[in-house]
C-alpha cells in the first residue's frame, strides 16, 4: 500500500512562470469555427501560453525559483537540496537539477535530483522533497516543476489545443512541529500508451522516419516524435482512479472530507474534471480550476492554479488542502496539507 506520512515538513511558498505569448484556441488554423467552440466548451480550454523552442521547462522553473527566492528572502547558500521534476530535460543527461543548482548560485552542497514524470509529478516531487527534509539534517528545499508543450504536434487537432507551458517553485522548510504531508500513491504501467512520444529514447532511438509527418486522420497529422494521446483511455482512467485515491486517501489517514478547505487537481480537461468532482460530490467553490487560461501543463498544473486561483487565500487565510494528479505513466499521486499564511509570488511572464 502506497502511502506515506511525512513528518516535520511545511509548505511555506509557491511561485510559477508562464510565456508572454498567449495563443487562442478560437483562432487555431486546425479548428473551424465550431470545431474550436466544442473544444472550449468540452476542455474549458480557451488560451494557452506557449514558447518557442529555445525555452525549456527549466528556463521556466529557473524564472519562478529566483522570484521565490527573493519573495521569500532566503539565503541561497542555505537551500539544502532541489529535485526537478518534468518530462523535458535540456539534455539526455547530465540531470537538469545539476544544472539548475549551477544558474541559481546554490551551494555545491546542495543535494539535486531530476524526477520523469508529468502529470502527477508534483505530488510525487512533493513526497520526495519533504522525506529528504523530514529528518532535520536539511532544512530547506526547492521543488521545480514544469513542462512545455512543443512536442505536440501543430497539425493534431485532437491534442494541441490542451497543452500550454509552464514552470513552477515549491518551496519547503523542516519544522519540528508540523503534521507535513499524507499521501497516497499508483501506479499502472500496462497502461503506459495511453500518453506516450514513441521514439527518442533507447527503445526506440532516433531514425529518418522518427520525422515523417503521417495523417492519422482528417485534421490529426503528426510523426514519432510528437505526443499519442488515447483520450478515452485516458477519461476512463482519471474517471475511475482519482475518485478512487481521493477517497483511499482520507479513509487511510482518517481526514473528513468536509474539514477540507480546497481540493486542487490536475487539470487535465474541464469535462474529465467535473466529472471527477461530481463523483466526489465537491461543491464547485471548492475545486479551483486555471485551464481557461492555462490549459494542461502537466507536472505545473497544481501549483499554477494555487498561484493564479488562491493567492489571496493562501497568503491571508490557514487552509487545509488535498492535492491529486494523475496521467501519464500511466500514475497518479494524492496528498493532504496544510498552508499557513504563506508566501505566494505574483505570476512570473517570461519572454520566449
Not at 551551494?107 to 524526477?115: E, F, G, K, P, Q
Not at 478547505?261 to 475545486?287: S, T
Not at 502537466?298 to 499554477?304: R, V
Request: some cysteine; overall charge negative.
Amino acid at each position: 500500500m502506497a502511502f506515506l506520512d511525512v513528518k516535520n515538513v511545511k509548505l511555506v511558498g509557491l511561485s510559477a512562470c508562464v510565456p508572454k505569448k498567449i495563443e487562442e484556441n478560437n483562432r487555431l488554423s486546425i479548428l473551424s469555427e465550431e470545431e474550436a467552440r466544442k473544444v472550449i466548451d468540452s476542455t474549458g480550454i480557451e488560451r494557452k501560453r506557449k514558447s518557442d523552442q529555445s525555452t525549456c521547462p527549466s528556463d521556466l522553473c529557473y524564472e519562478a525559483a529566483v522570484r521565490l527566492i527573493q519573495d521569500l528572502r532566503w539565503d541561497k547558500k542555505d537551500i539544502d537540496c532541489l529535485v526537478f521534476v518534468s518530462q523535458g530535460p535540456d539534455y539526455y543527461l547530465p540531470a537538469t537539477s545539476c544544472i539548475l543548482q549551477d544558474r541559481l548560485g546554490l551551494s555545491s552542497d546542495c543535494y539535486t535530483l531530476d524526477i520523469s514524470l508529468g502529470c502527477s509529478g508534483w505530488v510525487y516531487g512533493l513526497s520526495t522533497i519533504s522525506s529528504l527534509l523530514s529528518g532535520g539534517t536539511m532544512k530547506k528545499g526547492l521543488l521545480l516543476a514544469g513542462d512545455v508543450s512543443w512536442q505536440n504536434s501543430p497539425k493534431d487537432k485532437s491534442t494541441y489545443p490542451l497543452f500550454g507551458d509552464a514552470g513552477s517553485a515549491t518551496a519547503i522548510e523542516f519544522d519540528a512541529s508540523s503534521e507535513g504531508f499524507q499521501f497516497h500513491f499508483g501506479t499502472d504501467g500496462s497502461g503506459y500508451e495511453a500518453i506516450i512520444i514513441p521514439d527518442g529514447g533507447l527503445r526506440n532511438p532516433p531514425s529518418l522516419s522518427s520525422f515523417e509527418m503521417k495523417e492519422i486522420e482528417p485534421g490529426i497529422e503528426r510523426c514519432r516524435f510528437n505526443t499519442f494521446l488515447e483520450g478515452m483511455d485516458v477519461f476512463a482512467f482519471g474517471i475511475s482512479k482519482v475518485p478512487e485515491t481521493v477517497n483511499r486517501t482520507l479513509e487511510h489517514f482518517s481526514m473528513d472530507k468536509e474539514k477540507i478547505d480546497y481540493f486542487v487537481f490536475h487539470q487535465a480537461n474541464l469535462f474529465l474534471n467535473e466529472k471527477i468532482r461530481k463523483k466526489l460530490q465537491l461543491p464547485v467553490e471548492k475545486v479551483p480550476y486555471s485551464l481557461k487560461n492555462f490549459g494542461n501543463t502537466s507536472s505545473a498544473t497544481i501549483p499554477l492554479t494555487m498561484v493564479t486561483e488562491m493567492k489571496y487565500l493562501l497568503e491571508k487565510e490557514k487552509l487545509s488542502i488535498m492535492g491529486c494528479g494523475f496521467g501519464v505513466g500511466l500514475s497518479w499521486g494524492t496528498v493532504l496539507f496544510e498552508t499557513d499564511r504563506i508566501v505566494v509570488s505574483d505570476l512570473v511572464e517570461m519572454q520566449g
